[in-house]
């Protein structure tokens, strides 16, 4: 009974010492961790329409991090992430290279200042503590406070910091996505063997590129191509990039609009439009897109955010009119397949 007596104690200490904290620094503490913590698991990532398996080893060791995702369930895939690096192993007839979800993908570096730029768009509060995976856990939630952006549940390993339950929460706080390990451990050091894939180069494609830094947006920039009348409260441009088109006949720009926690992008491609260019609106799970047609420009805004947003950046923007007309024929995005961000 004492030791029982200890325990509850101890237990209730630490409740009320994560309690006392405050939400929105374990917020940062739990945004860096996911990036310098040894840790490796199974998780479970669902959807409305996908649930999906997958083993995650991650190591940080002498300031260089290394991220290894194999699927356990449907076809067999593996991502290797070390630095700006990214490995891809995939099914030869499999020919769209999708995303593999982890703990540090779901949400961006937020550091102290960031947290605190953000709580003007957002309310944290803290919800307690459960378990998961066999782990004490402390969760926090963020609430957006207008309908411009959608809200998370995170729950982290009290000693550790790194999540382990990442519900991304839309209107009337539905779970549109989760994502959980159900077990997970935290070894001292992750030896090189665990960051090998276990597939066989002969049997799958291989693709391999570089994450490059985009370009830093400049306010001052006469060249952008596209003007906002108007944006949601909060969202602001943080990066523009230029690239060429597939079949490289032309180019696309790209705008990313970020609140410092959400980010949608905007891509406008100078061409003579289509008949079967996107137009209107369109939704698959939690992502939005949203499409028109100016003139001789076609505008897509895709992000993972309400439709609300989306629909008030894509109504609002409009092509430069100092810009440079090119003649663009290769593809632009669709709603279909949107590009990361």
Request: charged residues 20%.
């Amino acid at each position: 009974m004492r030791s029982l007596a200890v325990l509850g104690l101890a237990a209730a200490g630490w409740s009320l010492a994560a309690a006392a904290a405050d939400p929105s620094d374990w917020l940062a503490k739990m945004s860096e961790a996911a990036r310098t913590a040894n840790y490796q698991g199974v998780i479970v990532y669902q959807t409305q329409n996908r649930l999906e398996t997958m083993r995650v080893v991650h190591r940080y060791k002498n300031g260089d991090e290394v991220e290894r995702v194999q699927t356990l369930t449907g076809a067999p895939r593996e991502i290797l992430k070390q630095g700006k690096q990214v490995i891809c192993l995939l099914p030869k007839d499999r020919k769209v290279t999708l995303e593999l979800p982890t703990p540090k993908g779901l949400f961006p570096g937020l550091t102290p200042e960031r947290v605190a730029q953000i709580a003007r768009y957002y309310e944290f509060q803290d919800v307690g503590t459960a378990r998961i995976a066999g782990r004490n856990c402390r969760g926090i939630t963020i609430a957006p406070r207008d309908q411009f952006r959608y809200g998370y549940e995170i729950w982290a390993d009290a000693g550790t910091a790194v999540p382990v339950k990442v519900n991304l929460i839309g209107r009337d706080n539905r779970v549109m996505e989760q994502l959980m390990f159900t077990e997970i451990e935290f070894p001292k050091t992750i030896p090189d063997s665990a960051l090998q894939t276990e597939l066989d180069p002969q049997q799958f494609q291989k693709i391999t590129r570089v994450v490059e830094d985009p370009r830093p947006f400049d306010a001052a920039d006469s060249t952008a191509d596209m003007q906002f009348a108007n944006l949601p409260p909060g969202y602001r441009v943080t990066m523009r990039d230029v690239r060429p088109t597939a079949d490289g006949q032309g180019v696309v720009e790209h705008l990313l609009l970020s609140d410092g926690l959400s980010a949608i992008s905007v891509f406008s491609a100078r061409r003579k439009v289509p008949a079967q260019a996107f137009q209107g609106a369109s939704q698959i799970g939690a992502m939005h897109a949203y499409g028109r047609v100016v003139g001789q420009v076609h505008i897509t805004v895709v992000g993972e955010a309400p439709s609300e947003a989306v629909r008030l950046i894509g109504e609002s923007v409009q092509p430069a009119p100092s810009a440079p007309v090119p003649a663009l024929d290769g593809a632009v995005p669709s709603a279909a397949t949107p590009a990361p961000h």
